[in-house]
């Protein structure tokens, strides 16, 4: 294991972090009261007051009062955010809680309350504090998950949620960086119990990874890998594009009743393209959301040996559905429609999802 030795984050290391987002009208920062994501105020404030120029700072706190320390977390942040003179917004979660999937319930109800902060504020950019040890963690819970190429390339550095964009400036930087940062500054922050909670998923992957990181299996490594996996995935979705567009020539798109796509041609594509080819049109064109990897898979390799069979005489013609959508081969045409109404009762028999 190469030993990582924390160095605070300097402000010129700051300015580049942030650089790409200097022409922003605003930035609303998402500030919880933990290490990361006080550090990443304090470097943003250093950062704008460096500028003399930029955008708008906000600070805003979500309290999801589901911890008696909360609130007082809350004015923690907002009086620091004073002394660094930033203007700060605490932001309640008063809907009734789930009575399972509290962390993915309040996860929603976060991004939801900062989104409209951001409109409030006229901020095009939300940013919050992920750091690569997050990064880390979250490649390793997508490999548990049997996740592809694009889950395993876990965070994005940003993404667009209700016309904001959500940011992670810090997703390069190690944690134990931004509490050398903390450290050097003298700045307190809060402790969250429910990080250490062996009860959950990431708390018991964090300790997984001192033993991994022992073998190389390291927060950098794994947060280059997702790194590498972007570019990559990047490159793939430009390839399926492309064919996808190649594949109109030879006929209508997959969802014309009359058309459909020349079977052949999509079998002649490699396989990785033909998949994303057939994720995209079962998400465009079924009602029950983006279809599981596996049965894509699945489905696609019965779709391989059927236009493969498709030459010789008395082949059959093969309808499957799945995720709401109905996939087809007749006579050399592949199309994906919606698919029909599910009957009640009886043997539909055909039915792959
Ligand atoms: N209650 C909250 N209010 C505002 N922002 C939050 C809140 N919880 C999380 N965030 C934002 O989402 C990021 C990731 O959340 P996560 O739960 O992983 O971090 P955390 O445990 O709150 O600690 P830290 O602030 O050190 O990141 C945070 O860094 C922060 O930017």
Sequence with gaps: MR???????????????????????????????????VAMMWLAARWRRALKRGPALHVVTVDHRLRPASAQEARAVKKLAGELGLPHRTLRWTDDKPSSGVPAAAREARYALLAKAARRAGASHVFTAHTRDDQAETVLMR?????????????????????????????????????????????????????????????????????????????????????????????????????????????????????GWDAQGFAALPAEIQLRLLLRWLDRVGIEGPAELGKAEALLAELTEAIAASGKPGAPRM???????????????????????????GRGGCTTS
Excluded at 8 to 15: D, G, I, K, N, T
Excluded at 319 to 325: H, K
Aim: hydrophobic share 40%; with cysteine.
């Design 143 to 259: 490999l548990s998950r049997g996740s592809g190429i694009t889950g395993l390339c876990a965070m994005a550095p940003q993404t667009e949620r209700d016309g904001i964009m959500l940011a992670r400036p810090l997703l390069e930087i190690a944690k134990a960086d931004l509490i050398a940062t903390l450290d050097k500054a003298a700045i307190d922050f809060a402790v969250d119990p429910s990080n250490s909670d062996p009860r959950f998923t990431r708390p018991r992957l964090r300790r997984l990874m001192v033993e991994l990181a022992e073998e190389g299996c390291d927060a950098p490594n794994l947060a280059r890998l997702a790194q590498r996996l972007r570019r990559a995935d990047q490159a793939l979705q430009l390839m399926a594009e492309g064919a996808e567009r190649f594949l109109a020539l030879t006929g209508a798109d997959p969802r014309d009743r009359r058309g």
């Design 3 to 37: 030993d990582h030795q924390p160095q605070p984050v300097s402000l010129q290391q700051a300015r580049r972090l942030f650089a790409p987002w200097l022409d922003a009208p605003a930035i609303v920062l998402a500030v919880s009261g933990g290490p990361d994501s």
């Design 319 to 345: 309808r499957r559905t799945l995720a709401g959508a109905l996939v087809t081969l007749d006579r050399g045409r592949l199309r994906v429609e919606p698919a029909p109404p599910r009957r009640q009762s």
